[in-house]
């Protein structure tokens, strides 16, 4: 077969093709458009570039339509060409589905709820859970609420959104003094605090630790405060993916000071080598930012206390005694 044939069957057959015919299927409320997650008992294929590329988010495995086939199957090139040729005119059911949800549109139930919810504001609940309980200073939460990034949540709860490449909501982070969790059926990519061009990308594992960064920082120019909201989903790293695509950019590894953090770090670091593009670890002076944030308000304010004491102990100025 010649070089021309073979490189039509990689555009005329996807990946989910092969797939479907091999008994995976799609895991629809961990994929996006981007990136369609498949499963097959404890298997799972991811796929990306529309279709025509994939990878193995278990293992280092990836490639085009020919490596995923030899990959679930085994044998040479041959035989994963001859495989492939197979299966020109089937149409996954994938293509289907991505149809008709571009029919029936965004997820207006998501998209519902947020907005019937209110911006916070200086005094609300929400304000002062996050300035009070988490010490999150107004600056930070003036710029995030700003940006559309904040909701009042029920019984004094945060939400934080999560949003795809465009600035549509996808789902948010619910966080309060005595609840944690992800909105129900929203999907989490990322939460971005900062502006989309920014070259300097810090990504952590919850908002409230962007924002604590944030903080930290000064809300440094040039830089996007990301959260990943605990987990790793095939959206998460699909955005990711999209925001290393361009040149000169660093990727920050902000997440937690112990072993998941670790564990996040090495995946991002991965991930910076596959895109080329500079990588740090930078680790939180205690478990995670706001943790480091609290106990730096701390002992700012023991050390002003402890000025004040200072003050407050001095013997009075003796003036000289004056005869009667």
Not at 51 to 65: Q, R, T
Not at 140 to 160: D, V
Not at 213 to 240: M, N
Request: hydrophobic share 35%.
């Amino acid at each position: 077969m010649e070089k021309k044939e073979i490189e039509e069957l990689r555009n005329r057959v996807p990946c989910s093709a092969v797939l479907e015919k091999a008994g995976f299927s799609i895991d629809l409320k961990e994929s996006t458009r981007r990136a369609v997650k498949y499963r097959r008992g404890s298997e799972i294929i991811i796929t990306i570039h529309d279709g025509h590329g994939w990878f193995d988010p278990l293992s280092e495995a990836k490639g085009d339509v020919f490596s995923l086939v030899a990959h679930l199957d085994g044998g040479g090139f041959k035989a994963a060409r001859d495989r492939v040729a197979e299966l020109i005119g089937y149409v996954p059911q994938e293509a289907a589905r991505r149809t008709l949800s571009r029919a029936r549109g965004p997820n207006l139930a998501i998209a519902e709820r947020w907005d019937r919810q209110r911006r916070p504001w200086p005094g609300s609940q929400t304000w002062d859970y996050l300035a009070r309980n988490r010490l999150l200073p107004p600056h930070t939460l003036t710029a995030a609420i700003s940006q559309n990034l904040l909701r009042e949540g029920p019984f004094g709860s945060m939400w934080a959104a999560h949003t795809n490449d465009v600035g549509v909501i996808a789902g948010w982070e619910e966080r309060g003094p005595q609840w944690r969790g992800f909105s129900t059926g929203g999907t989490k990519i990322l939460f971005r605090l900062g502006g989309s061009a920014a070259s300097r990308l810090c990504v952590t594992e919850a908002a409230i630790d962007a924002m604590s960064l944030a903080a930290f920082e000064g809300l440094r120019d040039g830089t996007l405060y990301l959260s990943t909201g605990g987990g790793w989903s095939p959206a998460t790293d699909a955005a990711l993916r999209v925001l290393t695509g361009s040149s000169g950019v660093q990727l920050v590894a902000a997440t937690d000071n112990d072993t998941q953090g670790d564990t996040f770090a090495d995946r991002l670091r991965t991930l910076a080598e596959e895109a080329g593009c500079g990588w740090q670890r930078l680790r939180p002076p205690a478990d995670d930012w706001n943790e480091a944030l609290q106990e730096g308000e701390a002992e700012r304010r023991k050390r002003r206390g402890e000025r004040e004491g200072v003050r407050h102990t001095r013997r009075p100025h003796q003036g000289k005694l004056r005869p009667a």
